[in-house]
Structures are given as structure tokens and as C-alpha cells.
């Protein structure tokens, strides 16, 4: 008999106050017998719960108790079934749990949750992207939950492909793209997970560190990967209609430059800072503009621009 079925028969007899042995069966697909055996371990446990006999009789709690267990706010139930709407896409367990917690609310409120169940849809795929296949997302979350030792295909950046054994600590989805955050004999790493093959569960138990804070650990990666990606910096003189464009295409790698001393000059433009990792990479994101960016520095990014614009010229040049 499972505890989490005993909780979910409790809710239904706040919900609905009366209820047969066969009406509480099809709610908990579970038998008749089943439901019966449930409904009295209820009442053997202490809850004040009795049958009446008869026409229109069932099991119902004592004096009409209706006690709130979910505790919820109809705003609190509208925020939460919002957010587990979208995870209910995950798969068919995620989505039998949804129903069961949406018959667990009281009826007044149900509405407005399944409104919220389906009001959001997440599309990881950006414009004009392929669609995404899911990587083994549930596989690894049941190792995370039971700490165990998972195994699978790997091959970093530059890296030899090979077997790999890990620890796994937590899971991060950063726009679209997961990450298994793990301990392994070399000390922390992560891996993303679309470059995994292979994954699998081993029977081998591991302990979780007792101090790990995930999401420091994570600003932590985040912070090293964006350092890593941000060695080359360019001073860029641009129109103020393109300061939004470059914001965007550079993120957090672009900023505009002190507004007090460099703000739009009589022309209009704007002088901004922007990174990468490479002086090539920041020209070739450069390039696509033209001559309408205005590259102040430093040499090695003008030098590149001249450089692709030369490659342009000799391959395309001709008549």
C-alpha cells in the first residue's frame, strides 16, 4: 500500500466530500478492493473517515472535515501549475502527475489551474534552428536522485572520444541545451549532454558532497565559460540605431562606454565595447556590417578585418 495513494485518496475525500469504493478506484486507477483497503487504512490510522450504507452512501470524512493539505492560495495554485505546465511535455509521468495534483485542489480553483496548465508553450529551437532532439534528460535525473554512477561516450572540444565515468551531481538547462554538472577522478567537470552517447546507470552508489551548492557551482562554470570567450575586446564606433543590434549579437559582451564622455557624437554614433574570444572571431562578427561600424581597435581586430575583406575581394572579386 503506498503512502503517496493514501494522500491522494485523502485529497479526494476533501474534494469531493463523499465518495464510493468504486468512485475513489477510478480515480486512483487502482480495484475496487484496492480502494476499499485504502479507505480503511485511513480510518485505522486515525483519520475521521467512516462508510454510510445505503443508496447515495460512500466513505466521507467526519463532520465534513475539509481540511486544505496542499495549504495552496488560488494565486499560489494558478503560479505553480503555470510553471509545470510546460514540464509536463516531459513525458507520460509528468503529465499523471499533473492530473493528480489538479484533482488534489479544491474545486474552486481548479479552473484557473488548468487554464494556467495550458497557457504557456516552451519551443527550446530559436529562429530559423532545426528542432532539437532531447537528450537522455530523465535517464541522468533518475541517477542524480538515487546517486548513482553513470557512464557514457564523450569527446570534448579537442578532446579523444572515450568511455567515461562520472558522479552526477545536478542537471542545468541553459537555453535549450543541458548540462550533467558531476564529480569525477579528475575533480569537477561538466559535459553537455547532446555530445553524450551512450548513457547508462550503473548499480555503484555514490555520496553527494555535503556542502555542493549547484547553482554556485553553475555561476561558477558560467562565469569561466563567458571570461573564456571575452579575451579580445574592440572599441566599435556605431549609428545609435545599430547599438541594439550589436547588444544583441555580442550579449553580455557588449557594452556601451561611458555615456557621460562618449555619448552619440554630432553624427549620431555611439562608441561601444565589444569581446570574444579570438581577435578573428570579433572581426568576423564585425564584418557582416560593413563599413558602417567604424573599428577604432585594437590593431589585431583591424587587422583581421582587412584580412577577410581581402579573402572577400580575391574570391568574389572577379568578373
Do not use: I, N
Request: some cysteine; proline content about 6%.
Amino acid at each position: 500500500m503506498r503512502a503517496d495513494r493514501l494522500v491522494a485518496l485523502l485529497l479526494l475525500l476533501q474534494t469531493r466530500g463523499r465518495v464510493t469504493a468504486a468512485e475513489a478506484a477510478g480515480e486512483l486507477e487502482v480495484s475496487v478492493a484496492t480502494a476499499r483497503r485504502d479507505l480503511e487504512a485511513l480510518a485505522a490510522a486515525g483519520v475521521p473517515v467512516y462508510p454510510q450504507a445505503g443508496r447515495g452512501g460512500g466513505w466521507q470524512l467526519v463532520g465534513g472535515a475539509r481540511t486544505d493539505l496542499t495549504g495552496l492560495s488560488a494565486p499560489e495554485a494558478r503560479a505553480l501549475f503555470l510553471l509545470l505546465g510546460p514540464a509536463s511535455s516531459a513525458g507520460p509521468d509528468a503529465r499523471g502527475a499533473l492530473r493528480k495534483l489538479l484533482r488534489a485542489l479544491p474545486g474552486t480553483f481548479r479552473a484557473d489551474a488548468a487554464a494556467a496548465a495550458e497557457a504557456v508553450v516552451v519551443d527550446p529551437a530559436g529562429w530559423g534552428e532545426r528542432a532539437r532532439e532531447r537528450p537522455e534528460v530523465a535517464l541522468l535525473l533518475d541517477a542524480v536522485v538515487a546517486r548513482r554512477v553513470v557512464e557514457f561516450d564523450y569527446a570534448g572540444r579537442g578532446g579523444a572520444p572515450g568511455r567515461r565515468r562520472a558522479e552526477p551531481w545536478g542537471l542545468v538547462d541553459k537555453d535549450g541545451t543541458w548540462y550533467l554538472v558531476a564529480g569525477t577522478q579528475a575533480g569537477r567537470r561538466t559535459f553537455r549532454l547532446d555530445r553524450m552517447g551512450a548513457p547508462a546507470v550503473t548499480g555503484e552508489v555514490f555520496e553527494r558532497p555535503a556542502d555542493l551548492d549547484l547553482p554556485g557551482v553553475w555561476d561558477e562554470v558560467v562565469g569561466a565559460v563567458e571570461r573564456s570567450r571575452s579575451l579580445v575586446a574592440a572599441t566599435v564606433l556605431a549609428p545609435g540605431r545599430l547599438v541594439p543590434v550589436l547588444l544583441d549579437r555580442f550579449g553580455r559582451h557588449c557594452t556601451v562606454e561611458d555615456a557621460a564622455v562618449h555619448g552619440p557624437d554630432a553624427d549620431g554614433h555611439v562608441r561601444l565595447r565589444v569581446a570574444a574570444h579570438t581577435a578573428r572571431s570579433v572581426a568576423e562578427q564585425l564584418a557582416g556590417f560593413g563599413g558602417v561600424l567604424q573599428v577604432l581597435g585594437p590593431p589585431a581586430v583591424r587587422a583581421e578585418l582587412a584580412a577577410l575583406g581581402a579573402e572577400l575581394v580575391e574570391r568574389h572579386g572577379g568578373a
